[in-house]
């Protein structure tokens, strides 16, 4: 399809135009799963004519085991994506939105090469920082020509794009102190899909002779496990009995995790249920039978990502047990609005003292989840991040299809 406009016009003129009933599409190498659709799903019930777009499902992505197939995996990630998010990109409906995600990382900044010419407005969905993340999980190393590489990447993207999109202040903060300037910036949380919670706000379980701690997602190389094993295996008196911890986990270090719990004493790996991933359905009831969410990341994290994972927790009224440094996104969502616990990483010390404190004192863990549950309704549920991303398309000059409330 040919584009509107012609190929060598103004890119400022480009910049500034306004676009009517613009197409939106927010794209990733692989699927974002339930979370993604439902925000398309509210996006189009205001109007917008938004598509999630993706390479790889969510199934492929899981069910991903073996070496071949996951050198299959990244090259269709890495090679496959690009090439056809290009081609559907210039095949699509314009004026066009893309928010490309920096899964995979290089490849907002191809979207707005092309955007420039073909007019789509490219919006830079910040999930990872690139380089950092890679220097935080040791994959590349300080000073080397890969993250010098990777910066300018980094830099080339935030500077082009029409917009960038953090997933949290201090994310934005950590991003200038590296980059200097961060032009056109907005801060989007991820949320949580809020409907099949609301109407099951959280129960007092004072009574209940365990408190259950879920840690439910993915267990990559920016998630601490060390304090937490360190905790347990310092419990001499078994008085942490009174907890179920349960953590239904993929990724690269749920194996060392294993380990490290298979070396604990009988009693404290008696009280660890380390299960494979849910369906929805139980992933459902799992999170409504949980009373605390167990949410970690390493030093460093704090300048690349947010948590994810603690947005759905919230929903489902958990309160939050954050084993992360104290100037992060993460304590600082758990801090503002009291809903539950901040424990710097190699504290092990004060987890313990913390986890012993409410064994005794469920009435604490109820008032947490009662606000958690209250927070994330009111603030991060998938219908008002939606009213944020279509404030910020209107901001851009876009505007939805009639939309008719009445």
């Known amino acids: 399809m040919s ?8 890119l400022h003129r480009k910049r500034t135009m306004t676009i009517p009933k613009a ?19 509210e996006l189009r019930n205001e109007g917008w004519d938004a598509a999630h777009c993706f390479h790889v499902s969510q199934f492929t992505y899981r069910k991903t085991r073996s070496k071949i197939a996951s050198l299959w995996l990244r090259f269709r990630m890495y090679i496959c994506y690009p090439v056809y998010m290009i081609w559907r990109i210039l095949l699509s409906p314009k004026p066009l939105i893309a928010v490309v995600s920096t899964n995979t990382f290089y490849v907002p900044l191809l979207a707005s090469m092309v955007g420039r010419v073909w007019n789509v407005k490219v919006v830079h969905l910040v999930y990872d920082l690139y380089p950092d993340a890679l220097l935080i999980s040791g994959h590349v190393k300080h000073g080397s020509l890969i993250e010098k590489a990777l910066s300018t990447v980094t830099k080339m993207t ?15 903060r950590c991003a200038a102190e590296r980059y200097r300037d961060i032009p056109r910036a907005s801060v989007i949380p991820v949320g949580a899909e809020g409907r099949i919670f609301e109407d099951n706000p959280p129960a007092n379980n004072a009574n209940s002779e365990l408190l259950t701690v879920l840690y ?8 601490d496990i060390a304090t937490f094993n360190d905790a347990l295996s310092e419990d001499t008196d ?8 349960l953590f239904h986990a993929n990724g690269p ?25 849910l369906s929805q359905e139980d992933w459902v009831k799992t999170m409504f039978a949980a009373d605390i969410a167990f949410v970690t990341m390493v030093p460093g994290a704090e300048k690349v990502v947010m948590p994810s994972k603690a947005y759905s927790a919230l929903m489902a009224g958990q309160a939050i047990l954050a084993v992360c440094p ?22 092990a010390d004060g987890l313990r003292r913390l986890l012993k404190e409410l064994a005794s004192d469920p009435e604490q863990v109820y008032e947490k989840r009662v606000r958690a549950f209250s927070a994330g309704h009111r603030i991060f549920d998938t219908r008002v991040v939606a009213k944020q991303w279509a404030s910020l398309f209107k901001e851009m000059g876009a505007k ?3 939309h008719d409330t009445s």
């Open 326 to 347: 104290r100037r992060s996104d993460l304590a600082e969502t758990v801090l503002k609005h009291d809903c539950g616990w901040v424990v710097e990483p190699g504290d």
């Open 216 to 223: 439910c997602g993915n267990l990559g190389y920016m998630h």
């Open 253 to 277: 270090r749920l194996e060392a995790l294993k380990e490290l719990i298979a070396a604990l004493p009988a009693y404290a790996y008696g009280s660890i249920r380390i299960e494979t991933s």
């Open 158 to 172: 935030i500077t082009r794009c029409e917009r960038n999109v953090f997933l949290g202040e201090h994310l934005v």
């Open 23 to 41: 197409h939106v599409q927010f794209w990733s190498s692989v699927e974002c799963g339930p979370l993604a659709h439902s925000l398309i799903s």
């Open 238 to 245: 078994g008085s942490l009995g009174n907890f179920q911890f």
């Open 400 to 402: 939805p299809e009639h």
């Open 3 to 10: 584009p509107n406009g012609h190929i060598f016009g103004s």
